[in-house]
């Protein structure tokens, strides 16, 4: 390992020494792995592993959007959100977009589109977020997991998206995501109906 490693190379200047699996449960893992850093240095990272991918969906009908409110454990806050979920690795990603919207919202769409791919935490996790426009939506009943004690509020999209710039909506896949439809509508790749 060099003393001083070029700041500008994107090979990877990590050691990898050892790992082993701290915890493990069926929706994380956590590893820890003993390294030498960029400098050569000995210590530890810790990498989180997500088994599923983070699934966001922006429903929209018209002008309006939906956004699921629903009590969130680790921050120990409230929060609303676009509809999400977890996306099984062996389910395809549309498929788990669908499923979630109908759990979350009732609505089933006609239309799914990919219109963002993000990195949630890569500094101490591999969880991929995919989020997806739906349009063409149908009504039917909401299902939500166990897990989930949901409230669904129909709000304009261009609210939802001032929503964003005020800072009351924090959630990453929902900041992202719906900053995203304001770059697609200021672009004209996405325009709403007159």
Do not use: C
């Amino acid at each position: 390992m060099p003393e001083n490693p070029d700041p500008t190379s994107e090979q990877n200047p990590w050691t990898l020494l050892s790992h082993r699996q701290v915890y493990d449960n069926d929706w994380i893992g956590l590893v820890e792995h003993q390294v030498l850093n960029p400098a050569g240095k000995p210590g530890i990272y810790g990498v989180v592993h997500y088994k599923n991918l983070a699934i966001g969906i922006i429903p929209v009908q018209g002008m309006d959007t939906w956004l699921v409110g629903q009590y969130r454990f680790p921050f120990g806050t409230y929060s609303w959100e676009i509809p999400a979920g977890g996306g099984a690795r062996s389910e395809s990603p549309e498929a788990s977009a669908s499923r979630e919207l109908q759990e979350e919202t009732g609505f089933k769409p006609a239309q799914l589109v990919l219109i963002q791919q993000m990195q949630l935490s890569n500094s101490v996790g591999d969880e991929v977020g995919l989020i997806y426009l739906a349009t063409g939506l149908t009504k039917g009943p909401a299902q939500p997991t166990d897990e989930e004690q949901l409230q669904v509020q129909r709000v304009p999209l261009l609210e939802a998206i001032d929503r964003v710039y005020r800072g009351e909506l924090t959630d990453s896949l929902t900041v992202a995501g719906l900053l995203k439809l304001d770059a697609m509508i200021a672009r004209g790749t996405f325009t709403l109906p007159a």
